[in-house]
């Protein structure tokens, strides 16, 4: 927890009372759990290990104040006391995982969503969805801003994710309208960071991995394509501002620094020093061609901007896993 210790002089008061995350065993989850620890809240976490871990919350699990139910969203669930704030994060996340999971992907958007709503319903409490760039698909806009429908593939192989979490954000607002529930949605775009999984099959991973074993680093298409890479703790405090805020939105959560995948390897083999080469592969389905938010109404609204260059968010990073391959867990580093 020491990288957090120089921005909490800089956040809201300390926050008070109860929070429960779904997906919270997960890469963003587990982030969140220990920013919300760091900051004085109970700390309820739920997760099945789908896609994510205990391992990834090993360093809380004995803390005072921080409790893991194993529990599958898709069924009703009740914490068994009231809670503050809902953070809905329980989905698989990265596209071999919705790929290998589409009809529990589906669900998590679906039933899922359902049923963390009906806690936030049923305590009053304020609820967060970690809503997501792809429901804008392949964009006809640039950059996206909130205001834009999305051009997504009803059918595609991708629209398990894509259109899981549109129907997820119609649910939220329908309970907001419905049953006046208290509801904020993120979008949040790509994130990475420490405790992503080597093999998940995003591209930051995969490429620092790739790097550090000293493999080719397999680039989908010409490369030219472009992403915007949030570190994860620039990612958990914007999630933590909309909870904090009164804001309904939909908020683009997400870094407008742009970048090609090609520029990206660049960086990834700088950092790590490697000497891999590049092999291309084919593009996959669907897959975005330009990828930016306009995070205008983050700064305006949320007073929330991305803070960590890539340079370092890429560094600590490839620490972990360098340090993970190495056979050391420095998971309370991260
Ligand atoms: P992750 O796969 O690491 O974490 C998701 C967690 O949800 C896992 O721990 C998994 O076991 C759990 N889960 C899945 N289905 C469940 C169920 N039915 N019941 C209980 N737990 C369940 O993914 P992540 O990258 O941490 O993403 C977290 C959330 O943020 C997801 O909702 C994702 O859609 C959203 N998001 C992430 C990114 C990103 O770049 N990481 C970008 C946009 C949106």
């Keep these: 927890m020491s990288d957090h210790s120089e921005e909490v002089d800089d956040m809201r008061e300390p926050a008070r009372g109860v929070a429960l995350i779904t997906g ?4 963003l989850g587990s982030h969140l759990c220990e920013r919300l620890m760091a900051e004085g809240m109970r700390v309820v976490c739920v997760d099945n290990f789908a896609t994510g871990r205990a391992e990834n919350l090993a360093h809380l699990a004995d803390l005072p104040g921080f409790e893991l139910r194993e ?3 898709t069924r009703p669930f009740d914490p068994g006391e009231p809670v503050d704030t809902v953070f809905h994060l329980a989905s698989a996340a990265s596209p071999p995982d919705y790929l290998r999971l589409p009809v529990e992907t589906l669900e998590a958007g679906s039933l899922g969503t359902r049923n963390a709503l009906e806690v936030a319903r049923r305590y009053g409490a304020r609820f967060v969805l970690a809503s997501t760039s792809e429901v804008y698909g392949d964009p006809l806009e640039y950059p ?3 205001t834009y429908w999305g051009n997504v593939n009803p059918v595609g192989p991708r629209s398990v994710y894509d259109e899981a979490k ?3 954000e119609s649910l939220t607002m329908a309970y907001h309208r419905a049953y006046g529930t208290d509801v904020g949605i993120a979008r949040i775009f790509n994130s990475y ?3 992503m999984r080597a093999d998940d099959g995003r591209m930051v991973p995969t490429f620092v991995n790739q790097a550090l074993a000293g493999e080719p680093l397999t680039v989908a298409g010409d490369g030219m394509q472009t992403r915007s890479l949030c570190y994860v703790d620039d990612t958990v405090r914007g999630l933590m501002a909309l909870a904090d805020s009164g804001v309904t939105g939909p908020v683009n959560i997400g870094s407008d620094e742009e970048l090609s995948v090609l520029s990206l390897v660049r960086v990834v083999l700088n950092t790590t020093g490697s000497e891999s080469g590049i092999t291309f592969v084919e593009r996959p389905q669907d897959d975005p061609r330009f990828r930016r938010p306009d995070i205008r109404l983050a700064r305006e609204q949320l007073g929330w901007e991305p803070r960590v260059r890539l340079a370092e968010g890429l560094r600590r990073t490839v620490a972990y896993f360098a340090d993970l391959r190495s056979g050391r867990d420095l998971n309370a580093e991260a």
Excluded: K, N, V
């Design 144 to 146: 996206q801003r909130e």
């Design 71 to 73: 529990a599958d969203l």
């Design 166 to 168: 549109r129907y997820a």
């Design 193 to 195: 960071g420490p405790r």
């Design 24 to 27: 919270g065993a997960g890469f």
